[in-house]
């Protein structure tokens, strides 16, 4: 059976939709556009996209505000497009929840690069079936499903932090140092700066770790990288 991935793109200026929508669909996506937030929103209440290509300076609700509503929903992959280009920005950006941060311009073709290099892990990620335990039962990685149980809760990550939790903890013990986990989850092409992967693990250790300060699971090694802490 052929999967085709569904992409929302919301984005106000018409030739950058026109664009990115046509370089898509010739990809063979099955895309839908939005040039109002609302309109997006709808789209996404409806239908279970795969990705959304989200815009921030829309005319009607900011993309900031759309992020939280569909992070609170869904875990569904949201790339970030702005002409913010200041790290704070970039930061906020990826605290809401983004998975990744486009800053324009941009051509269409490095917009399908990523798109493409994200469903190519996704798809071999996949049918792992492969569910780890750690510190008798306390943390539940479900690399199948992409779940992830605390205490027998289920924790909401983004898809981008399941993918540094899930590399982290297939390699306990051993440091990881923040390009390599950029190259493993954001892709070798990525341009982006080594706080992208700081901010995703300290979102993470929000909602897994007892002790942000005094973290078991994901532990800082200095000047190197991080590691998994946890024991199985």
Do not use: W
Not at 9 to 32: C, F, H, N
Not at 112 to 138: C, H, P, T
Not at 175 to 191: A, H, N, Q, S
């Amino acid at each position: 059976m052929i999967i085709i991935n569904k992409i929302l793109i919301i984005e106000d200026e018409p030739s950058v939709l026109e664009a990115i929508s046509a370089y898509l669909r010739k990809e063979g996506y099955e895309v839908y556009t939005a040039e109002r937030g609302y309109k997006g929103l709808e789209y996404a209440e409806e239908i279970d996209f795969d990705l959304i290509i989200l815009d921030l300076m829309l005319p009607d609700i900011s993309g900031e505000e759309i992020c939280k509503r569909i992070r609170s929903k869904s875990n569904t992959y949201i790339f970030m497009l702005t002409a913010k280009s200041s790290l704070e920005e970039r930061i906020r950006g990826l605290d809401l929840g983004a998975d990744e941060y486009l800053v324009k311009p941009f051509s269409p073709r490095e917009i399908v690069a990523r798109v493409n290099a994200l469903f190519r892990r996704i798809k071999d990620e996949g049918g792992s079936g492969n569910i780890i335990s750690f510190n008798n039962g306390e943390l539940i990685i479900d690399h199948d499903k992409r779940e992830v149980r605390l205490k027998n809760e289920e924790v909401a990550l983004t898809p981008i932090e399941f993918d540094i939790l899930s590399i982290l903890s297939s390699n306990p013990g051993i440091v990881l140092t923040r390009e390599t986990l950029i190259d493993r989850v954001l892709g070798p092409d990525f341009e982006g700066v080594d706080r992208t992967i700081d901010v995703h693990i300290k979102n993470i250790r929000k909602k897994i770790e007892e002790d942000t300060k005094n973290p078991s699971y994901i532990i800082t090694v200095f000047k190197l990288g991080y590691k998994f802490g946890g024991g199985q």
